[in-house]
Each structure stands twice: as C-alpha cells, then as structure tokens.
C-alpha cells in the first residue's frame, strides 16, 4: 500500500450540508491525507442556500456540480455524489475518497467503497449521525479544523481596536468545541494500549494510535483540546505511564505508554 501522504483522492462535497467557511481548512486536512486529485462539490447552483460558496470553487479549483432540486425540503446532492463515487471508483483512478458531509445518507456508500479496498475519509459537523462515522475509516469534525490558528490568535497582543460586546460574544461562540476526556475515553485508550502491550506491558504509542482510529474512527487528540495524541497521554498522567526511548537519531525519540497499576 501506497504511504498515506502519497494516496491520491477523490473529494465529494456535499454543498447542502456543509458550511463554505470550512473550505481552507478542510483542504488543508486533506493535503496531510494524500492528494485531491479530484475536488467536486454538488448542489443546487440556481438556489441562494450554497451562493456563499461561488468564490471559493475558483480559489480552489473546485469542480461544481449542477443538481437540481425536484422535492422542495429534500437534499437533491445524494444520489449524484453516489453516482459519481461509484463511476470513480470503477476508472481505478484514486486510492480513496474524501466525503464531505453531515448526511447519514452516505452511510451505505462508505461501507461499499471500503468493500472495495478504498480509504474513506469522513469530514462533517459534530452533528453527524454515528452510521456514517463508523462507516467510515478516519471521520473528522469540522469544528477542530484550524484550532492551531484559532489558538494562535487568541494568544495574540491586544491592538487598539476593540470589538463590541455583541461581536465579542459571537467570536467566543465560533471557537471550537472542546469535550471533555470522559470515563469511557479514558477505558478506550487502556483496552488499547493492553491490545498493543508487550511482556513488559509497554506499548508503542504510534500503534496505539493507529488501534484507536480503528475502534474509534472520530477519535482526535484535537477533540479534547491538544495537538497530538502524546500530550494527551501526559494530561492523564494518573492512569498512564510514558517512557521516551532515545534512537540513534538524536533528534528523534520513540514514545512509549502503559497503563498504571
């Protein structure tokens, strides 16, 4: 298998259930991910509900797709997305695909591109209903998305201009969602740990890493409010252990983690 910064990938928006303001920061996702070597969105281009994302198709070179809506109050975009994930899936053309959306709709067709030996990537709203997260390989919520920069600002030097209460209020209501590291986190990350120990009980924490995204595919260290999963690990340090190993590149160290007796 391809390494995963090297998978070409296909990106389907769904442009009646995204907001277009997440645009840069879910390509940029997508560029840790492998490469969009192809970027549709879908929706009813006649319609003012999806205007907001006309400037950025030509900024990111995005593809629309027309689809017009025969029922008022149903989403028209599905089944053309279907139709075009499975039309790419049979030119062999990319290894994965990106689905971009909050739609439980999609739920069958990531299951049967998996079936099919595709990457499916997941990104949507914290709203998304869980068939359609666990059906996916990786899913990855779009309130996390750009909270390095969101962070960076917040740290800032205050300037001379000062927001109105009203503006103040909305700003802190934009910032992403942090959730707490709760009970059943915490036992997921001991289960598995324990599955990844060896004799020793210590666990490689790459590994463990990659058995969390299997058993949980929403889980990120960005949900609860840190960059990686390494940090994490260290804010629980009541029910973990770590242990940094020194390799012969000295700027390099192997994480270790186990979990406290």
Known sequence: ???????????????????????????????????????????????????????????????????????????????????????????????GFCIVSSDSDFTRLATRLRESGMLVIGIGEKKTPKPFIVACDKFIYIEIMGQREQDTDDQAPATSTSKSPAAARKAKTQQPAVDSIDKRTINLIKSSIEDQADDADWAFLADVGNLLNKKKPDFDPRNYGFQKLTPLIKSLGKHFDIDERKTPNSNVRHIYVRNKK
């Open 1 to 95: 298998m391809k390494p995963r910064n090297d998978l070409k990938l296909a990106v389907l928006i769904d442009a009646d259930n995204i907001p277009h303001k997440s645009i840069k920061g879910m390509l940029d996702e997508i560029a840790k991910l492998g490469q969009a070597t192809i970027k549709r969105i879908y929706g009813d281009w006649t319609t003012q509900t999806v205007s907001g994302w006309k400037s950025a198709l030509l900024e990111h070179a995005i593809t629309p797709i027309q689809q017009y809506s025969y029922t008022r109050g149903k989403n028209s975009t599905d089944s053309a997305m279907i139709i075009d994930a499975m039309d790419i899936l049979h030119s062999q053309k990319v290894d």
